[in-house]
Structures are given as C-alpha cells and as structure tokens.
C-alpha cells in the first residue's frame, strides 16, 4: 500500500519560513495529483496546494503567494515551502495522492503540525 510520512513542521516566529516534505512509499508509479492539506483543530480539513504529475500548481486564495509546492517524481517526495507564516491556530498538515493509476487514493499519514507565533 502506498504510505506517506509527513515531515517539518515545528515552531516558528512570524514571518519566518518553513519547509515541509512529505515522502512516499509502496508505489512504483506516481499519482496525477499531490495535495498538501491542512486541518486546524475543531476546523475541517482543507486543501492548500495541488501539484500535478506534470508540476503545475494551484493554491487555495489564502494562502496564494505564501507558499509553493513542487515534487519530485523520481525520489517519490511532496514539499510545500512556506514563507512569511502568519499566527494561526497550530494546524497540522497532511499530504495526500490521488490519482494513482492502480489504486487510486493514498491513504491519509498522521500529518506534521506547524505552529507560528508572534
């Protein structure tokens, strides 16, 4: 089965930057879609950036112009970096495929938190 660990969130000071990875195993092949999503508590799950197979991108409103996703398809790996983080509600971030060719969907990974303070 596929699995996905997610991997560098952590505190950070406003303003400030952080990267995130996500890494992918149990696939030879790779999904259309990667997806970063973040869930702050008691909110539902939202999605913040897609990428697809080929590398195009697209951002949710909020967070357009913050944040870039890429992948690399030959190491199997999702980033999301996050420049001049503003306070929110400690979200965690999760990272999902979809579009897988024989499976469709991954399943989701436990998510890393990101935490932003003044």
């Known amino acids: 089965q596929v699995q996905l660990v997610e991997s560098g969130g952590g505190l950070v000071q406003a303003g400030g930057s952080l990267r995130l990875s996500c890494a992918v195993s149990g696939s030879p092949s790779v999904p259309y879609l990667m997806v970063w999503y973040r869930q702050a508590p008691g909110k539902q799950r939202e999605m913040v950036a897609t990428v697809t197979s080929g590398g195009t991108t697209d951002y949710a409103e909020s967070v357009e112009g913050r944040i870039t996703a890429t992948r690399d398809n030959r190491k199997h790996t999702l980033h999301l970096q996050m420049d001049n983080l503003k306070p929110e509600a400690e979200p965690r971030y999760y990272c999902?495929?979809?579009?897988?060719?024989?499976?469709?969907?991954?399943?989701w990974g436990q998510g890393t938190q990101v935490t932003v303070y003044e």
């Open positions: 999902k495929g979809r579009g897988y060719c024989s499976s469709g969907d991954s399943e």
